[in-house]
């Protein structure tokens, strides 16, 4: 049986990677094999570990599609050389890049782990190393020759979790990310400890495949307490928006003044895909639970049940490349594609 793994590791930037100013005190990227050299843990993992890096590592705020689709290509370039792939990403957007790539690779058959940290690789107190070497174990591990991660995952503080079932929730904590609305898939303590029935099942009967088409053509509104109607009216008014996910309250509920709807109602009329995500960061759109969700349900919004709105972007950017009729496009939207919703 094969236990040593063929770990590919890939650098597209964030604090992971970062030095300090020596003028500002602002932290920026660096070479990231200079700092990978001095890492002597990575000697001791029993894996053989190759890395690739952004040619211009990126703080993540300044992530884009056209990068997502980098990285995919990165990793399907090499997907039949490695057994997992390990992506270092700034923290800050690395929920939406993972959930991206969720989408972007049908037929997933090996692990893609992304990690980052809070704290630079090089400083005293960082949680760089336990997150970076925990990620290249978790890419690693293997049963009866296979792999048992088969999906994207997120690996942050002792956690994995779904790549795409996860939010940035804290800027200070080592603990910097959440999933709430699905457990962990494994825990790191003395032991792995892998949560067997909630992984993405390996997919052996269909080809692994990659979808790099993604539109950006999208809007995210979020309500609240006296939106303005000529803002709102305004920003309707922009043809080339081809999907909203509108960032409802609770269960799925935002007012019900006539103008509002029917701003929603004729956006939609006009072809444009309108998706109700909560900014609740746990529980699930139900609309009709309420008198102030039924006109949208009426008027035929997508329901993104209990999605994050991490994932709502990534997943209305993939389905809407695919130009899709808006009754298709609502089935599919729907239904859980890659374990992103219940
Ligand atoms: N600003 C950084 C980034 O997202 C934060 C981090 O890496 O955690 O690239």
């Known amino acids: ?26 932290l920026k990227a660096f070479n990231f094999d200079d700092l990978l050299q001095n890492i002597p843990e990575l000697k001791l993992l029993e894996h053989t570990i190759d890395s690739v890096s952004f040619e211009k590592p990126i703080d993540s705020s300044n992530m884009r599609p056209a990068f997502w689709i980098k990285i995919a290509g990165m990793i399907e370039e090499n997907y039949d050389r490695y057994d997992g792939f390990v992506v270092l990403h700034g923290s800050d957007t690395m929920s939406y890049t993972a959930s991206a790539l969720s989408f972007m690779f049908e037929n997933l058959g090996k692990p893609i782990i992304f990690t980052g940290s809070q704290l630079p690789i090089g400083d005293l107190r960082t949680d760089a190393k336990e997150n970076l070497v925990t990620s ?101 008014s922009f043809m080339e928006v081809k999907g909203i996910i509108l960032e409802t309250y609770g269960t799925g509920n935002a007012p019900t003044d006539e103008w509002f709807v029917n701003l929603l109602s004729q956006a939609i009329s006009r072809g444009v895909v309108v998706v109700n995500v909560t900014q609740c960061i746990g529980g699930s759109v139900n609309m009709g639970q309420y008198e102030t969700s039924n006109q949208l349900k009426r008027i035929g919004v997508v329901s993104g049940k209990d999605i994050t709105v991490e994932a709502a972007i990534a997943k209305l950017m993939y389905l809407l490349a695919k130009d899709l009729s808006p009754k298709v496009f609502k089935t599919i939207f729907e239904t859980s594609l890659r374990g992103e919703m219940n």
């Not at 088969?150 to 994995?160: A, C, I, R, W």
């Not at 800027?171 to 993405?200: C, D, I, K, Q, T």
């Open 1 to 26: 049986m094969k236990t040593k793994a063929d770990i590919l590791l890939i650098y597209t930037g964030g604090t992971i990677g970062m030095v300090k100013d020596a003028e500002t005190g602002s």
């Open 136 to 236: 290249i174990q978790i890419a690693g591990l293997q049963e009866k020759g296979k792999p048992v991660i088969t999906e994207v995952g997120l690996y942050f503080e002792y956690k994995l979790y779904r790549a795409n079932r996860t939010t940035k929730i804290n800027a200070e904590y080592f603990e910097a990310f959440a999933s709430m609305n699905y457990p962990p898939l494994l825990e790191s303590g003395v032991h792995l400890s892998v949560n067997r029935s909630l992984l993405w099942p390996s997919s052996e009967k269909g080809k692994m495949k990659v979808h790099k088409k993604l539109n950006d053509e999208i809007a995210l509104i979020k309500v609240y307490p006296g939106m303005n109607r000529k803002v709102m009216e305004h920003l309707f």
